[in-house]
């Protein structure tokens, strides 16, 4: 089964259950705030996008949006900062889903949200990322614009919207991972660790010493490192 056919497949099976459920009692609340939950992070993200354009924060004693975030709202920083890069480019690029946009009809049915297929947050980040590379150059904006419009339709789920974005970029513009001779030396020692350890009794005990002396040598010297 598809990941488009199965996601509408759940949306019909809530669909029905809140048509037939009587409104206010606790299984329909509870159900009715998993429709809710996908579209409320949008409307945190505008109110935290108007306080940092506005920088209200100031007014409220806070030196800065991250104090604010942090302090009053609970919200890391890198919390916030995908929830404000969320909110700008469901603005440029899918307006529709704003809460703004929302008629009367949507706040007061409940069924609204399931038609409008709100991305949730994770999604409009992986999109997001997606656009940086179309304006960098590094993907071509027609792949990001099928792929976009494929999310936004909820036939991809955000694993596969990784992997097409990742596959799409060509690999000699892909970023590359900094090296970190450390930590590879690290786990390799580890392995040492656990074959010294693992050794027979009657294996070569000059060999077995030696390898030891050099393991200890080099915790040594990053130890020192770390130090520095």
Not at 60 to 80: D, H, I, K, M
Not at 178 to 195: D, G, I, Q
Request: charged residues 30%; proline residues 5%; contains cysteine.
């Amino acid at each position: 089964m598809s990941y488009e056919s199965s996601n509408r497949q759940i949306d019909e099976r809530v669909q029905a259950m809140l048509e037939v459920l009587e409104p206010g009692d606790l299984r329909y609340n509870t159900l009715k705030s998993t429709v809710d939950f996908q579209s409320a992070w949008l409307d945190l993200a505008e109110h935290l996008y108007e306080v940092d354009r506005t920088e209200s924060y100031r007014e409220w004693g806070y030196r800065s949006f991250a104090v604010y975030c942090t302090n009053e709202l609970r919200l890391t920083r890198t919390v916030a900062g995908k929830l404000l890069e969320g909110y700008q480019w469901v603005e440029n690029q899918a307006p529709e889903f704003l809460p703004g946009n929302r008629s009367e009809d949507d706040d007061e049915n409940p069924l609204a949200n399931l038609t409008r297929n709100v991305p949730d947050v994770d999604t409009v980040s992986v999109l997001a990322k997606a656009h940086r590379e179309v304006k960098e150059e590094r993907l071509p904006e027609a792949t990001y614009d099928e792929l976009k419009n494929a999310a936004l339709r909820g036939e991809r789920s955000l694993a596969e919207l990784r992997k097409d974005f990742r596959e799409a970029v060509p690999e000699h513009l892909r970023p590359q991972p900094e090296p970190r001779p450390l930590h590879h030396l690290r786990r390799a020692l580890t392995e040492v660790e656990k074959a010294l350890t693992q050794i027979s009794e009657d294996s070569d005990a000059g060999l077995l010493t030696e390898a030891s002396a050099l393991r200890d040598a080099i915790y040594a010297v990053l130890s020192a490192h770390d130090e520095d």
